[in-house]
Every structure is written in structure tokens, then in C-alpha cells.
């Protein structure tokens, strides 16, 4: 009986060890992984900008000002089914005022500093964006901290003045940041499905909530896994503590179509994005949405101050009428 309670403690012990991984399907693969405590050279792999390496976590950008850093894959991706399991923590100084985030990325445009969470603009692959910026940008109805998903191919600009809903696939509000336990997002990619899956676990209840889950996104093989951020006039920590990369066999379905074409000559398409549309003004001229409305509420302000005071001198003139009248 005693040895029975041993193995039943050890089994209950791999068994929570497995939810905490994310119930992964398949087998790691180390050359697209970043493992916990693997210390200030990590095989595989390339950093820049602001990056600091400590032997328990990858410091994408300090909680200070304008800071870019990133660390990227220097092996391209040929598996067609994967699964991305990012231990990661954002957290500063800023109760009410924080940003800008980080981004997850599989992309070509590897290693190449830019404007979107610290990496390239019209890249072309899957990004994947953990935006914090509390002062969000533009009129949505998504709370922060926001995850979203774009994909492009090379010609389609993400605009941080609208957090990229004009060119994003979908999205989810997850309260990720400040918090004093690990987080978790799991980023499954099915090519032979073409499907893309995102859950997370912020809450600290060792359990997958869903974000999102996509059909008809298509990403080619061959493509490079980074993670970047940035941060403007305001600022966090943004850490990744470890990536575990695993490759995965799904199965096909019936509506799999093309499941045995060239992954690698595929461009980067997602059938469910929204349709991009350049960001115009709001009112011919410099104004934006913002300045209008204060416009507006000032011209109806003054509206009724105008008519408070006509009715006033109505009034005050009838009276003085009617004061005379009696006199007389």
C-alpha cells in the first residue's frame, strides 16, 4: 500500500506537471526553444537592441523609455503542425500608465529593428501582439491589456494609431500584466488544417482559457521564430522566461484542402482578417475624432448658454413691463 500511495504521488505529480507545460502534443524540438536557466549564450539563437540575458528570464526591454530588444531564431521553421509555449511576464513600476507591449513573431524578416513592438513593419508571416498601452489609440471596444493576431505578406502596414484593428485577424482582452504569478500563451498552428489557436493561462488556475481559434490562415514553412518589444513614453519590463517549441501531427480532416501542397511557397494569408483600409481623417483638414467631439460639446455648450440668457432677458424685460404697468 505504501509503494501503491508512492506511485499514485508520483503519477499526480507528472500528471500536474503536463497541465502546467499546456498539454502539449508532440515532442520538443531544442533548436526552436528557449529553455529556462539556459544562461548568457543560448544556442540557436540572436539578440539585439536592449536585450539583457539573466540566467532566469530574457529581458526584451527594461522599464524605461523608448527601448527596442529582441531575441530571434537563427534556424528557419519546417515543420508544417507546431506548437509555441510562451512563459513570459510583463510587469513594472506603472499602476495606471504602462506600454507598449511585445510581439510574438514567425516571420522572414528576422533580426531587423522596427516600429511594430520593436521589430519590422510590413513584415511578412504571423504576428502575434501582447499589447499593453493603457492610453489605447484610436475607438474600439476591446479592453487592455489586448492580444491579436495579424498576418502579412509583406504589404500591409500595422497602424499603432488604430492598435492594428484595421489590418488584424481577431483578438482577445487578457489581463496579463502586473501579475505576481507566471503566464502562459499557447500559440498552436496547424498547417495541415490551416488553422491557428491561441489560449492562455493568466489567472494562475492551471487551465487553458481560450483567446481565439481561426480557420484560413495560411503560413508557409521556412519562416523564423522571434519575440520583440518596445516601449515609448511609457515603459515596462517585458521578460520571456522560456519558449518550448514542439512539434505536432494533426490529423486531416475533409476540408483540409491542399494539405500536401509546398508549405514553402505559400504567401501568408489569413481568409477571416479584416479588410484593410487606410486610416483617414475623421474631418477634412488636421482634426482628429478627439477634437471634434470637444468642438462639438463647446457648440452646444454655447448653444444653451445662449438661450439660457435670451430666456433670462425675456423675462427680466416682462417683468419690468409689468412693474411699470402697476406703477402707472
Known amino acids: 500500500m505504501e509503494y501503491l500511495s508512492t506511485y499514485l504521488a508520483v503519477f499526480l505529480l507528472f500528471l500536474s506537471k503536463v497541465l502546467a507545460e499546456g498539454e502539449t502534443k508532440g515532442y520538443l524540438r531544442r533548436e526552436h526553444s528557449v529553455l529556462k536557466g539556459a544562461g548568457p549564450s543560448i544556442p540557436y539563437w540572436d539578440f539585439l537592441g536592449s536585450t539583457f540575458i539573466s540566467s532566469s528570464y530574457i529581458r526584451l526591454t527594461p522599464d524605461h523609455q523608448s527601448k527596442k530588444g529582441g531575441l530571434w531564431n537563427n534556424v528557419p521553421c519546417h515543420v508544417k503542425d507546431w506548437e509555441m509555449l510562451i512563459h513570459f511576464k510583463v510587469h513594472g513600476v506603472g499602476d495606471t500608465l504602462f506600454g507598449d507591449g511585445f510581439a510574438f513573431w514567425y516571420s522572414k524578416d528576422r533580426m531587423q529593428e522596427g516600429d511594430v513592438f520593436g521589430s519590422k513593419d510590413y513584415f511578412y508571416g504571423l504576428g502575434v501582439f501582447f499589447d499593453t498601452y493603457s492610453n489605447h ?25 488604430r492598435d492594428g ?38 489567472e494562475n488556475k492551471n487551465e487553458w482559457e481560450d483567446c481565439l481559434d481561426v480557420g484560413g490562415v495560411k503560413l508557409p514553412t521556412g519562416l523564423y ?82 438661450c439660457v440668457v435670451g430666456v433670462s432677458i425675456y423675462v427680466y424685460q416682462k417683468r419690468q413691463e409689468d412693474s411699470r404697468k402697476r406703477f402707472y
Open 137 to 161: 489609440n484610436g475607438e474600439h471596444q476591446h479592453d487592455h491589456p489586448y492580444i491579436s493576431v495579424m498576418v502579412g505578406n509583406g504589404s500591409l502596414h500595422y497602424d499603432h494609431d
Open 165 to 202: 484593428t484595421h489590418s488584424q485577424v481577431a483578438g482577445c482582452s487578457q489581463s496579463f500584466r502586473g501579475r505576481g504569478h507566471d503566464t502562459y500563451a499557447l500559440i498552436r498552428y496547424s498547417g495541415t488544417q490551416n488553422r491557428l489557436t491561441i489560449l492562455v493561462d493568466v
Open 225 to 306: 521564430f522571434g519575440a520583440t518589444a518596445a516601449t515609448g513614453q511609457l515603459a515596462d519590463n517585458h521578460d520571456i522566461i522560456s519558449l518550448k517549441f514542439y512539434e505536432t501531427e494533426m490529423p486531416v480532416s475533409s476540408d483540409s484542402k491542399g494539405a500536401d501542397e509546398d508549405r514553402a511557397k505559400i504567401v501568408p494569408f489569413a481568409s477571416g482578417a479584416e479588410q484593410y483600409r487606410e486610416r483617414v481623417q475623421d474631418v477634412q483638414g488636421s482634426f482628429s475624432s478627439k477634437t471634434v467631439k470637444v468642438f462639438s460639446w463647446l457648440f452646444w455648450f454655447a448653444l444653451v448658454a445662449v
